[in-house]
C-alpha cells in the first residue's frame, strides 16, 4: 500500500464511514497531527473530534486535489464536500496535509483546513459586517473620509472616476469638532 492509499483509508474509514476502531490501525500511540488547532491531537483526541464533527456535517466526498509522494511522506491539498445537518444546505472546505507513513501506519502528520469559511457556512459565526462605503473598499481606505485622497484615487483607479456622495456630518451637541472622527 502506498502512503497515499493509506492517507485515503484514513479519511475513507475514519471520516467518511466513522469507524473510530480504524483509528488504532492507521495512526501509532504516538502518533500527532499538529497545525489544525494549536495543539497536538492524538488518537485518544481523534476518537472524541471525529464523532463531535460528523453529529455537525454529513461528508458526501473528499477530493484530493494534488498530491506528491516522496518516499514515506504524501503531500496532498484536499476539498471535502458536505451537508449540514441542521439545515441540510452543501457546505464545501479545503485543506491540505502532509503526513509521513510507515508500515502502513501514520507517524507524523501536519495539516491545515479552513474551518473560518466551514464555520460561517454552518453558520457558526456572526454575519460580517457591512463596510462603511458602497463599494466595499478595505477599512483604511475609509478611514480618513470619503472624499479624501486615498479613497477617491482608488475609486478613480478601479472604478472608472465613479465617486461616492459627500460624507454626511455628524453632530453632537457640546462636543468640539475636532473630536469628531
Known amino acids: 500500500m502506498t502512503a497515499l492509499d493509506t492517507l485515503k483509508t484514513w479519511y475513507d474509514r475514519i471520516w467518511m464511514q466513522g469507524d473510530l476502531d480504524a483509528i ?4 501509532t500511540p504516538d502518533t500527532e497531527a499538529r497545525g489544525m488547532m ?3 491531537v492524538g488518537p485518544e483526541d481523534f476518537k472524541a473530534l471525529v464523532p463531535a464533527f460528523l453529529a455537525h456535517v454529513a461528508l458526501e466526498e473528499i477530493r484530493y486535489d494534488k498530491v506528491v509522494e516522496m518516499g ?3 503531500w496532498a491539498t484536499m ?3 458536505a451537508t449540514a445537518r441542521a439545515t441540510e444546505t452543501p457546505v464545501h472546505v479545503t485543506g491540505q496535509i502532509m503526513v509521513r507513513i510507515q508500515d502502513g501506519r501514520i507517524l507524523e502528520a501536519y495539516n491545515q483546513f479552513d474551518f473560518l469559511t466551514l464555520f460561517e457556512q454552518l ?3 456572526p454575519p460580517p459586517k457591512p463596510w462603511p462605503c458602497a463599494c466595499q473598499a478595505k477599512a483604511w481606505a475609509c478611514r480618513g473620509g470619503l472624499d479624501r485622497p486615498p479613497h477617491r484615487v482608488w475609486h478613480q483607479n478601479t472604478h472608472g472616476g465613479v465617486a461616492h456622495p459627500p460624507p454626511r456630518e455628524t453632530k453632537v451637541e457640546g462636543a468640539h469638532p475636532s473630536r469628531l472622527t
Open 24 to 27: 488504532d490501525e492507521l495512526f
Open 38 to 40: 494549536d495543539f497536538a
Open 72 to 74: 514515506d511522506w504524501v
Open 79 to 81: 476539498s471535502a464536500h
Open 123 to 125: 453558520g457558526y459565526l
